[in-house]
């Protein structure tokens, strides 16, 4: 059986981070950063990144670390897991990504990289369906249950149905594809990623049903997470990157639980301590790169699950 958690995980210091515009039109929860702060957001921003980089080495969590060397404008280069991801049986799989700057992330380096130190047997490269406007952006379109063979989607402009459908029956994972939203100003929008409003850990998910509207697709997502222990949240908690948070393993095979602290700060105590029964929390304040980039420490970490070369 898969293990849901793995104890590697691969980062990005980004080289020049800002709010990126081209993702902005349909990422709700990214905010608009003045020009004159840019600089400063940057400096933040990479001292947060190296505070997650620092709380997961004291931790025990093996860490791959790589760093923008600024040849493309690439502001969003710190949330890796969304053009590649890898799997329990030596692939490495490329996304296509919605954001023109974004495709400009894939990074040969880190493909060398993994290729070189790890067992790749095959890679898979679903990118050229930008080429069609077809889209899936990685483990933020895709949250994965490794164990049962379950991957859940929630659909929008990022998350194509029928890319995710081929995705499902090239892997063999068993599809649970379905709509959520969110309030943004007087509308209810399309949820951009699918990890901004669902976690999967070894004994327990982190849902926000209410979101889901179709009361069929509701109980289609219930269902399918009925081996773990659900934790619901509100729709003001997935603002506050609730379901935005990755079970890992550190070097003594314990799970952990990493979320931010804006995170941490909006669970209530009962779902706090239904958590740590399962997993030591781990919490990191990235304030900047949640306000301004839209996406929390889940985003950050791409989780390797290839085994090293002898």
Not at 49 to 73: A, M, P, S, T, W
Request: with cysteine; glycine share 6%; hydrophobic share 40%.
């Amino acid at each position: 059986m898969n293990d849901q958690s793995t104890n590697t995980v691969l980062m990005i210091r980004p080289f020049f981070f800002r709010s990126n515009e081209q993702t902005a039109v349909n990422n709700y929860f990214q905010g608009a950063l003045e020009g004159s702060n840019l600089y400063k957001i940057n400096d933040l921003v990479q001292s947060e990144f190296d505070r997650v980089k620092n709380v997961l080495e004291r931790n025990g969590v093996k860490l791959l670390l790589f760093q923008d060397k600024g040849i493309h404008d690439t502001p969003d280069s710190l949330f890796p897991n969304n053009w590649f991801s890898t799997t329990h049986n030596h692939q490495i799989i490329l996304y296509p990504m919605f954001a023109e700057n974004r495709r400009l992330e894939r990074s040969q380096e880190v493909i060398s990289y993994l290729e070189m130190n790890f067992n790749v047997a095959e890679f898979v490269d679903f990118s050229g369906a930008e080429e069609s406007n077809v889209f899936l952006e990685g483990t933020g379109s895709l949250v994965l249950d490794h164990a049962g063979k379950i991957a859940f989607c929630c659909f929008s402009e990022r998350s194509n149905p029928a890319l995710f459908r081929d995705w499902c029956n090239r892997f063999e994972f068993i599809p649970v594809g379905f709509h959520a939203f969110q309030t943004s100003g007087m509308q209810r929008k399309p949820i951009y990623h699918t990890n901004v409003m669902l976690s999967i850990g070894t004994e327990w998910a982190v849902c926000c049903l209410d979101a889901i509207v179709d009361l069929a697709e509701r109980k289609l997502v219930q269902n399918a997470l009925q081996s773990r222990v659900l934790i619901e949240i509100s729709e003001d908690q997935v603002s506050d990157f609730c379901a935005n948070i990755l079970e890992v393993k550190n070097d003594s095979g314990d799970n952990l639980i990493i979320m931010s602290q804006r995170a941490h700060n909006a669970f209530n105590a009962e779902q706090l301590n239904s958590l740590a029964q399962f997993a030591q929390l781990i919490v990191v304040d990235i304030e900047n790169i949640e306000k301004f980039g839209g996406g929390g420490v889940r985003c950050m970490l791409a989780e390797v699950f290839l085994t090293l070369k002898s």
